[in-house]
C-alpha cells in the first residue's frame, strides 16, 4: 500500500470514530502535528502521488449526510435527554403557541405573555408554527426547520463553488470540511436559534451573487431579515460586499447594483426602529445597545485575549484562506455583522468560539474561502498529499473535543427519557420556577420562571418543579417555603407554602 492510501486511511479512520462518538481529540492533537513534521523533513512525501479527490468524492458526500443525520439524532436525543436549554424551550414555546393561537407568544421573555418579536425581530418562526399547525410537535418543529435549514445551506454553497468553477471534488472535500468545522458543528448543536433558521438564505445570497444574479441575491439577503435584527446590518454589509467586489475586481457596472439598493433602505429603516429608536409597537425586552462594552472592557487582556482567541479558531480550521486573496477579504465583508457585535459585546458567552453565535459568521467566512480557493484550486492539487490530507482532517477534530453527537444519541439506551407528558400533574394555572434544563418540559403553564432569575429577583412562583436526577443546586428559600404535592418516578413538584411575594 502507498503512503499516500496508508495516510488518507488514517484520516478516515479518524474522522469514522468521531462519526462513531469517540474522543479522537487527543489523537488528532498527536497526529496533526507529527504530520507536519513529516511533510517538513522528508521531501519524498512532499511530492508523492496526490490524494485522488475525484475517487474519495463519494466518500465526502456520504461524511457530509452522516453530518446531517448526527445533528438531527443529536438534536431529538437532548430534547428526550433533558439537555436542552433556555432558548430551546423559549423558541418552543413561541412555535408551540403559533400552531396553538396563531401567534408569536411566549411566557419566556418579560413578564406576562407577550410577542417574541418584542425581544428579536423573527418573522422566521412563523415557518416552524405552521408545521405545529399541521400536528407537528413544536420541539419537533423547530429541529425539522433546523436540520432542514443546514442541509438547504450546504446545496447553497456547492451552488456557490459552481458558480466560482471549482470543481465536484472539491467542493464535496469542502463541504465535508466545513461540517467538521467546530465552531460550525458544535455551534449547531446549541438548541435552536432564529439567527441559524438563516444559514440557507446567506448560502444561497452567495451562491446568486457569485453568478451575477443579483436580484436574487438580493431576495435571499431580504429573506435572512426576516431570521433575526441582525441581519438589517448583513443586508447594508452584503451591499457593500457587492459595490467592492464591482469595482475592485469586476466590470465597474452600476446597474447590477440597482438590485442592493431597496436592501439598504429596509437595513437602515429595520436599524433605526428596532434596534436604535425602537418603535411603541416592538416594547422591547431584549436591548442590543446596552451589551456594547467601554473601552476599558474591550481592552482588559481577559476579554482581549479571549477575543483573539475567537478570531484565531474561526480562521485556522479554514487555513486562513478567507483572507488569502483580495476576492476572498471582500467575500468577508458581510461577516463584520455578526463578527462585530460579539468582538464588542460585554457578554462573554458571545465570543466563546463553540457558541450558536460562531454558526452564521463561520459559514459566511467559508463562502469567502470558496472565493479565495477558485483563485488558488491549482495550487491545492499540487499539495494535496496523503500527509496534507491527513494533517487537513485532523485539524478540526483536534478542537472541541467534548463535541461528539454520537455519544449523545447512544445515552438514549441508557439515561431516563423525559416528556411534558410526566408532568401532567404540573396545575395550568401554575407560576412555576424551573431549573433552565426543565422548562420545556412546563410548557403551557400560566407563567414560567428560570430558578437563575428567582433566586436574584422577587418572583410570585405557586410551585417549584424538580428534576429528581438533576444536579442543579437549588436555593434554600424555594425548599423552605414549600412542600411536595405531587411526584413520580422522575419528578418532584412543590406547592408553595410559604407567603407570596
Same mark, same amino acid.
Given at each position: 500500500?502507498?503512503?499516500?492510501? &496508508?495516510?488518507?486511511?488514517?484520516?478516515?479512520?479518524?474522522?469514522?470514530?468521531?462519526?462513531?462518538?469517540?474522543?479522537?481529540?487527543?489523537? *488528532?492533537?498527536?497526529?496533526?502535528?507529527?504530520?507536519?513534521?513529516?511533510?517538513?523533513? !522528508?521531501?519524498?512525501?512532499?511530492?508523492?502521488?496526490?490524494?485522488?479527490?475525484?475517487?474519495?468524492?463519494?466518500?465526502?458526500?456520504?461524511?457530509?449526510?452522516?453530518?446531517?443525520?448526527?445533528?438531527? +439524532?443529536?438534536?431529538?436525543? $437532548?430534547?428526550?435527554?433533558?439537555?436542552?436549554?433556555?432558548?430551546?424551550?423559549?423558541?418552543?414555546?413561541?412555535?408551540?403557541?403559533?400552531?396553538?393561537?396563531?401567534?408569536?407568544?411566549?411566557?419566556?421573555?418579560?413578564?406576562?405573555?407577550?410577542?417574541?418579536?418584542?425581544?428579536?425581530?423573527?418573522?422566521?418562526?412563523?415557518?416552524?408554527?405552521?408545521?405545529?399547525?399541521?400536528?407537528?410537535?413544536?420541539?419537533?418543529?423547530?429541529?425539522?426547520?433546523?436540520?432542514?435549514?443546514?442541509?438547504?445551506?450546504?446545496?447553497?454553497?456547492?451552488?456557490?463553488?459552481?458558480?466560482?468553477?471549482?470543481?465536484?471534488?472539491?467542493?464535496?472535500?469542502?463541504?465535508?470540511? @466545513?461540517?467538521?468545522?467546530?465552531?460550525?458543528?458544535? +455551534?449547531?448543536?446549541?438548541?435552536?436559534?432564529?439567527?441559524?433558521?438563516?444559514?440557507?438564505? &446567506?448560502?444561497?445570497?452567495?451562491?446568486?451573487?457569485?453568478?451575477?444574479?443579483?436580484?436574487?441575491?438580493?431576495?435571499?439577503?431580504? @429573506?435572512?431579515? =426576516?431570521?433575526?435584527?441582525?441581519?438589517?446590518?448583513?443586508?447594508? =454589509?452584503? *451591499?457593500?460586499?457587492?459595490?467592492?467586489?464591482?469595482?475592485?475586481?469586476?466590470?465597474?457596472?452600476?446597474?447590477?447594483?440597482?438590485?442592493? /439598493?431597496? /436592501?439598504?433602505?429596509?437595513?437602515?429603516?429595520?436599524?433605526?426602529?428596532?434596534?436604535?429608536?425602537?418603535?411603541?409597537?416592538?416594547?422591547?425586552?431584549?436591548?442590543? !445597545? +446596552?451589551?456594547?462594552?467601554?473601552?476599558?472592557?474591550?481592552?482588559?487582556?481577559?476579554?482581549?485575549?479571549?477575543?483573539?482567541?475567537?478570531?484565531?479558531? @474561526?480562521?485556522?480550521?479554514?487555513?486562513?484562506?478567507?483572507?488569502?486573496?483580495?476576492?476572498?477579504?471582500?467575500?468577508?465583508?458581510?461577516?463584520?455583522?455578526?463578527?462585530?457585535?460579539?468582538?464588542?459585546?460585554?457578554?462573554?458567552?458571545?465570543?466563546?468560539? %463553540?457558541? %450558536?453565535?460562531?454558526?452564521?459568521?463561520?459559514?459566511?467566512?467559508?463562502?469567502?474561502?470558496? !472565493?479565495?480557493? *477558485?483563485?488558488?484550486?491549482?495550487?491545492?492539487?499540487?499539495?494535496?498529499?496523503?500527509?496534507?490530507?491527513?494533517?487537513?482532517?485532523?485539524?478540526?477534530?483536534?478542537?472541541?473535543?467534548?463535541?461528539?453527537?454520537?455519544?449523545?444519541?447512544?445515552?438514549?439506551?441508557?439515561?431516563?427519557?423525559?416528556?411534558?407528558?410526566?408532568?401532567?400533574?404540573?396545575?395550568?394555572?401554575?407560576?412555576?420556577?424551573? $431549573?433552565?434544563?426543565?422548562?420545556?418540559?412546563?410548557?403551557?403553564?400560566?407563567?414560567? %420562571? #428560570?430558578?437563575?432569575?428567582?433566586?436574584?429577583?422577587? &418572583?410570585?412562583?405557586?410551585?417549584?418543579?424538580?428534576?429528581?436526577?438533576?444536579?442543579?443546586?437549588?436555593?434554600? &428559600?424555594?425548599?423552605?417555603?414549600?412542600? !411536595?404535592?405531587?411526584?413520580?418516578?422522575?419528578?418532584?413538584?412543590?406547592? #408553595?407554602?410559604?407567603?407570596?411575594?
Amino acid at each position: 500500500m502507498s503512503s499516500t492510501k &496508508v495516510f488518507t486511511l488514517l484520516a478516515w479512520l479518524l474522522i469514522a470514530a468521531w462519526a462513531a462518538g469517540l474522543h479522537v481529540a487527543s489523537v *488528532a492533537k498527536i497526529l496533526f502535528p507529527l504530520s507536519l513534521i513529516i511533510f517538513a523533513a !522528508v521531501p519524498r512525501l512532499r511530492s508523492e502521488t496526490e490524494v485522488d479527490l475525484e475517487r474519495l468524492r463519494c466518500w465526502h458526500l456520504l461524511g457530509i449526510g452522516v453530518a446531517l443525520l448526527l445533528l438531527a +439524532g443529536q438534536q431529538y436525543a $437532548q430534547v428526550v435527554l433533558g439537555m436542552q436549554g433556555i432558548d430551546f424551550a423559549i423558541f418552543t414555546d413561541t412555535i408551540r403557541s403559533f400552531g396553538l393561537y396563531r401567534n408569536l407568544d411566549t411566557v419566556l421573555v418579560g413578564e406576562g405573555e407577550r410577542s417574541f418579536l418584542t425581544h428579536h425581530f423573527s418573522p422566521i418562526l412563523v415557518l416552524p408554527g405552521l408545521l405545529a399547525q399541521l400536528g407537528m410537535s413544536a420541539h419537533l418543529a423547530g429541529i425539522t426547520v433546523h436540520v432542514f435549514g443546514v442541509a438547504v445551506a450546504l446545496l447553497g454553497l456547492w451552488q456557490l463553488g459552481a458558480a466560482l468553477g471549482l470543481a465536484t471534488e472539491l467542493r464535496a472535500w469542502a463541504l465535508m470540511l @466545513l461540517c467538521l468545522n467546530p465552531s460550525f458543528r458544535v +455551534g449547531l448543536s446549541w438548541e435552536i436559534h432564529d439567527e441559524t433558521f438563516a444559514l440557507a438564505f &446567506v448560502a444561497w445570497a452567495y451562491a446568486a451573487w457569485a453568478g451575477g444574479k443579483h436580484w436574487r441575491a438580493a431576495s435571499f439577503v431580504f @429573506l435572512s431579515m =426576516l431570521c433575526k435584527e441582525t441581519f438589517f446590518l448583513f443586508a447594508l =454589509l452584503f *451591499a457593500i460586499m457587492a459595490l467592492l467586489y464591482e469595482f475592485m475586481c469586476g466590470t465597474r457596472r452600476w446597474k447590477v447594483l440597482w438590485p442592493y /439598493l431597496p /436592501l439598504c433602505v429596509l437595513g437602515l429603516l429595520g436599524l433605526a426602529f428596532y434596534v436604535v429608536w425602537p418603535l411603541p409597537a416592538f416594547g422591547k425586552t431584549f436591548d442590543a !445597545v +446596552g451589551r456594547i462594552s467601554t473601552w476599558r472592557e474591550i481592552l482588559s487582556w481577559p476579554a482581549l485575549s479571549d477575543r483573539l482567541g475567537l478570531l484565531w479558531r @474561526l480562521f485556522v480550521p479554514m487555513l486562513f484562506l478567507p483572507i488569502l486573496t483580495r476576492k476572498g477579504i471582500i467575500a468577508c465583508v458581510p461577516a463584520i455583522a455578526f463578527l462585530g457585535p460579539i468582538l464588542l459585546s460585554n457578554f462573554p458567552n458571545m465570543y466563546f468560539p %463553540y457558541n %450558536y453565535y460562531s454558526v452564521i459568521p463561520t459559514l459566511i467566512l467559508f463562502a469567502a474561502a470558496l !472565493v479565495s480557493l *477558485a483563485q488558488v484550486a491549482e495550487q491545492v492539487r499540487r499539495y494535496s498529499s496523503g500527509l496534507a490530507y491527513l494533517a487537513i482532517a485532523a485539524l478540526p477534530l483536534m478542537m472541541a473535543g467534548h463535541s461528539r453527537p454520537m455519544k449523545t444519541i447512544l445515552a438514549l439506551r441508557n439515561k431516563p427519557h423525559y416528556s411534558a407528558a410526566q408532568l401532567e400533574f404540573v396545575p395550568p394555572d401554575a407560576t412555576v420556577v424551573v $431549573q433552565d434544563y426543565d422548562v420545556q418540559y412546563v410548557l403551557g403553564v400560566k407563567k414560567i %420562571y #428560570r430558578a437563575w432569575t428567582a433566586e436574584r429577583i422577587p &418572583v410570585p412562583w405557586t410551585h417549584v418543579v424538580q428534576r429528581k436526577a438533576s444536579q442543579e443546586p437549588w436555593a434554600p &428559600v424555594f425548599i423552605e417555603q414549600s412542600n !411536595v404535592c405531587a411526584e413520580n418516578e422522575y419528578w418532584i413538584l412543590r406547592c #408553595r407554602t410559604g407567603p407570596a411575594t
